[in-house]
């Protein structure tokens, strides 16, 4: 593992850190004002929201719908009209806006972790996880590991518990195999606790306040961008849930 001396981003400024964080979520499939993240910095904290007002993201486009409220450490595509953006969705998906290279933290192994609480209901979920920065020319550095993905409906109040999502997606990237799962903790996410992953080329090692809760054989070491994000997916509702707002509250993030 990384013998090098951790770099610890907090969110105590009067402002976000745009050399590190860009406040919109995959904005090349839609537009950067269309993406542009709910969020405040308060109290030393940063504080993701998605309200009611808050836009769907590619309406029409993306299934299931989906609000989302996220930062990422990275950001590129290809011209409007081409296919060479990040994450996308589904084949044949083309840039809608074009979007400059943005390198603000790209990590290729060490330890990663985030100190966040949340509050989640049902149809919302919360999560960082770091995906390939996909700029190779084949666009198959497109693995990710997951750092945490924690959904309210996995919620335990009494005693309360999370399933808490981790590991390594493969997606396209034929190097990588898939191996993710969502352990059940006794935490209470709405308190702060601490999600990392420490990894190198051989294993990623995740855990939640120091406990290891899952080792994976072969990462993806290229180098990668955090994704830190609040959802809420509407076709989830129960009914009388609209007036939630799901929030994710981060303190640090130590890289």
């Not at 719908?65 to 296919?83: D, E, F, H």
């Not at 996308?88 to 840039?95: A, S």
């Amino acid at each position: 593992m990384s013998d090098v001396g951790p770099v610890v981003h907090r969110f105590d400024g009067p402002t976000l850190d745009t050399a590190v964080w860009h406040p919109h979520y995959l904005p090349a499939w839609s537009s950067r004002e269309a993406t542009r993240a709910s969020y405040r910095l308060e109290g030393g904290v940063l504080i993701l929201k998605v309200p009611r007002e808050h836009p769907v993201w590619c309406p029409g486009d993306h299934e299931p719908p989906l609000r989302v409220s996220g930062l990422q450490s990275g950001s590129w595509s290809g011209p409007v009209g081409s296919t060479r953006g990040q994450q996308r969705f589904r084949e044949g998906q083309l840039v809608q806006e074009e979007q400059p290279r943005f390198e603000g933290w790209l990590p290729t192994g060490g330890r990663v972790a985030v100190r966040a609480r949340m509050s989640l209901s049902q149809r919302s979920m919360a999560a960082l996880w770091m995906s390939g920065f996909e700029d190779d020319p084949d666009q198959l550095r497109c693995g990710e590991i997951c750092v945490f993905e924690v959904f309210g409906n996995a919620l335990v109040r009494e005693p309360p518990s999370a399933e808490v999502g981790i590991g390594i997606k493969a997606f396209r990237d034929p190097a990588l195999a898939q191996d993710f799962a969502a352990p059940r903790v006794g935490i209470d996410v709405t308190a702060f606790h601490t999600y990392a992953v420490e990894y190198d080329e051989q294993e990623a090692v995740f855990s939640v306040d120091g406990a290891v809760l899952r080792r994976c054989p072969r990462p993806p070491t290229y180098p990668v961008q955090l994704m830190l994000a609040v959802f809420d997916f509407p076709e989830w509702s129960t009914g009388d849930d609209d007036h939630l707002v799901p929030e994710l509250v981060v303190e640090s993030v130590t890289g």
